[in-house]
């Protein structure tokens, strides 16, 4: 019977080189087709051979089978006439009845004796919650103590429950846990009660009383040690001890740190009782009391360890972990902090605070105050330890004050009179100093705030470069902070001022203006100086900048309301038009006389102050941008009278005659002959004002023939002055009427444009 399993495809067909990966063609599908029926046929010719030659064999398994399915239906109807019997008698219903009813008295009897287990554990629950209750009113703490823990475990009185109150419960529960928590709270309330008649704080006598016993009523007797171990037991030491730390920092250890000459001592015991007495004064300590303070405050602690905690470490642990922040607190703020020495002179006589504290610290150890293995407990030698950074805070923040100080008096150091505001109300005007300029063979004047202030940062450098790393980074910083300080006041103090043309802006210009150089030369003077580690760090020359801007922003501001007043004064002569009408010429000529007027007042207030670079330059804008606007305006007229250009041209020769007294204050290069002569070389002037030259050509052409006009163009001496082909064209045909020599002389000028 293997034959079926022996059949291999590939042997039916004769390529022996087939790729079985390649699929088969149309003759080779015939061909295996054929082969498999002639298979198909030997097949079936084997089984039939196979059956003949073994019918003997198969006719006995057949014959078996039949039995067996005979058998099997006599059992079926065997059972079908038991099973017809049963159904006519009700004993299986019977029986099936009892067995239910068996299992329902046997879970009824189950839940019964659970249900008595629970009423037994309740009814004990009860009753050790009364006995309980007994112990605390008699006093015996501990034991109701002892009872309380263990009811409260019993019936889950912890967070992990209070978590899951949302959970379904017998109402019982809730009720005994509401007992439990209510003598919880009663035991609570009588500890805490206990402590204050065992601890007792008179604070008008200076006393703190400590009874190791305490009777409460006829019979109840209270011992101190057992109400500590009843708190100890339920955990309530922090809520018990909590009152009873405040009552002590507030009137032993407090006053014992803020107040001078204070005696602390232990009077001899009597009744049980121990008493700490503190002598107060009323009178502030200094830094020469801080090592008495340190042994007041270890006799104040040793009495609580010795008398409230009986030397227990955990209970004393508890009082310190509740006590030490605070009274960490105020020795550093009441005490160390005033004792860190002002001078660096004064560090060594530190020496002796900084051992008191040391031992104070290990004294706090040994008596488990404070733990040996958190050294986040240690803040009074923390601070210490950073005592100068400490003081070098406190220095700088006195440096700072005192910066302030003299930045917030810059106007009230000296007043003077009314003669210093132009546009304005006086103001105060500070007073001045003289300064060199760092960088330019010039000086200027300088606020005596400013001096001040320069004087307090050399003064800081030179501690610093004197003290230590840590104390001189901190005095680089103060002085650094100390200039920057005159940027963040002044311009808020003095914002009105300077928003007008005033001496106080002129004066912050020159402090801004003498900054910006002085401040590089701190670098190079105290940079050798400074230790070794900090010299790379020291750089002020980052500061300098600002206040050169600040001084260029001011100064184009006062330059740009003085403009604008000129401005306004210029208009009044409505364009200078028909000057040659009286009123006209009288309303110009007011013009002019008002802009000599504020320029006058302008230099009497900066050139004083000023440094003479920046008076030249500030003058020389101001007036170069007045003459363009009369060079502007006159300009601009047209179809002028030949009276009316003889006005024109008098009125620029009278304005150049009242501004010249301005022009020699500004000139600082003049020839020996023109300064015997008092006279300014034009030439000069030329060169520091474009437009003056301008005005000046202008005034000659107003009586020069139309061909003279012509051939100053065609020579380029009028575009030399700044004239443009337009102007000049516009200004012929404003001065000379129409004629054949007009319209050549035009020609020539356009055709010769540059």
């Known amino acids: 019977m293997d034959v079926l399993g022996s059949i291999d495809v590939r042997e039916l067909l004769s390529s022996e080189d087939l790729d079985e990966t390649s699929p088969l063609s149309a003759p080779d599908l015939s061909l295996l087709i054929d082969r498999l029926q002639i298979r198909s046929l030997h097949i079936k010719s084997k089984v039939r051979e196979y059956v003949l030659s073994h019918h003997r064999e198969f006719a006995d398994i057949f014959s078996r089978s039949a039995a067996c399915a005979a058998g099997a239906d006599d059992a079926a109807a065997a059972l079908a006439d038991v099973l017809r019997l049963l159904s006519d008698h009700p004993v299986d219903r019977e029986i099936r009845d009892l067995v239910k009813e068996i299992g329902r008295k046997r879970r009824e009897l189950e839940e019964q004796r659970a249900a008595l287990v629970v009423v037994g554990t309740i009814s004990s629950l009860l009753e050790r919650l009364k006995f309980a209750r007994e112990d605390v009113r008699a006093g015996r703490l501990v034991e109701a103590a002892v009872a309380v823990r263990d009811l409260n475990m019993g019936v889950g009185v912890s967070e992990k429950w209070d978590e899951n109150r949302g959970v379904e419960e017998p109402a019982v529960f809730g009720f005994l846990r509401k007992e439990c928590l209510e003598c919880f709270d009663e035991l609570q309330c009588v500890l805490s009660r206990s402590m204050e008649s065992l601890v007792q704080f008179e604070p008008e006598n200076g006393t703190v009383t400590v009874r190791s016993t305490f009777r409460s009523g006829k019979t109840i007797e209270l011992v101190l040690c057992r109400v500590l171990e009843a708190m100890e037991i339920v955990d309530v030491l922090d809520y018990g001890l909590a009152k009873i730390t405040d009552f002590m920092i507030k009137h032993a250890i407090g006053p014992a740190i803020t107040n001078k000459g204070i005696r602390v001592w232990e009077e001899p015991n009597q009744d049980s009782a121990a008493m700490l007495r503190i002598n107060l004064s009323s009178e502030h300590h200094g830094e020469t009391e801080v090592v008495a303070i340190f042994s007041s405050l270890s006799q104040i602690i040793k009495f609580i360890h010795k008398f409230v905690c009986f030397e227990n470490g955990i209970w004393m642990q508890c009082f310190g972990r509740l006590a030490w922040p605070r009274m960490s607190e105020l020795i550093i703020s009441q005490c160390l902090s005033k004792a860190v020495p002002e001078d660096a002179t004064k560090m060594v006589e530190f020496e002796n605070i900084i051992r008191s504290i040391s031992e104070f610290e290990n004294s706090l150890k040994e008596m488990n105050f404070i733990s040996f293995d958190n050294k986040n407990e240690e803040r009074l030698s923390h601070f210490i330890h950073n005592v100068e950074v400490h003081f070098a805070s406190k220095k700088k923040n006195e440096i700072l004050a005192k910066a302030r100080k003299i930045l917030l008096q810059f106007c009230s150091l000296e007043t003077t009179s009314n003669g210093g505001m132009l546009f304005d109300d006086a103001y105060e005007v500070p007073s001045v100093h003289a300064a060199d300029l760092l960088f330019q063979p010039e000086r200027c004047f300088v606020s005596s705030a400013l001096c001040q202030v320069i004087q307090l940062v050399h003064e800081t450098l030179e501690d610093a470069c004197l003290s230590s790393a840590r104390v001189a980074k901190e005095l680089y910083h103060a002085s650094r902070d100390v200039l920057l300080l005159y940027k963040a006041i002044i311009p808020m103090k003095l914002a009105k001022q300077l928003h007008n043309v005033s001496q106080q802006a002129v004066i912050v210009h020159n402090d801004c203006y003498y900054l910006s150089q002085e401040i590089p030369g701190l670098t190079f003077e105290y940079r050798a100086d400074f230790p070794s580690c900090l010299k790379k760090f020291i750089v002020f020359v980052d500061i300098a900048p600002s206040f050169y801007q600040m001084a260029e922003n001011i100064l184009q501001e006062q330059i740009q309301l003085v403009v604008s007043k000129l401005k306004e004064a210029l208009d009044g002569a409505d364009g200078f038009q028909n000057t040659h009408q009286q009123q006209q010429f ?103 004002l474009p437009s003056l030259c301008k005005l000046r050509r202008l005034a000659d052409l107003f009586d020069m023939p139309l061909k003279s006009i012509t051939t100053s163009w065609e020579s380029g001496e009028l575009a030399n002055c700044g004239f443009t082909s337009s102007e000049v064209e516009n200004f012929i045909r404003a001065v000379f009427t129409d004629s054949p020599l007009r319209k050549e002389c035009l020609w020539k000028i356009q055709s010769t444009k540059t």
């Not at 006389?593 to 020389?620: D, G, H």
């Not at 000139?667 to 030329?686: A, F, N, R």
Request: hydrophobic fraction near 50%; proline fraction near 3%.
């Open 586 to 688: 009288e309303l110009a000529t007011f013009s002019i006389n008002q802009v000599v007027f504020i320029l006058e007042k302008v230099r009497v207030i900066w050139e004083p102050l000023m440094a003479a670079s920046t008076y030249k330059r500030s003058m020389c804008i101001i007036l170069d941008s007045f003459f363009s606007r009369i060079t502007k305006d006159l300009l601009l007229l047209d179809d002028m009278a030949a009276e009316e250009t003889l006005q024109l041209q008098r009125i620029i020769h009278m304005a150049l005659e009242k501004l010249s007294p301005l022009f020699q204050s500004f000139i600082t290069e003049i020839g020996e002959k023109d300064k015997l002569m008092k006279e300014v070389s034009p030439s000069l002037l030329d060169e520091l």
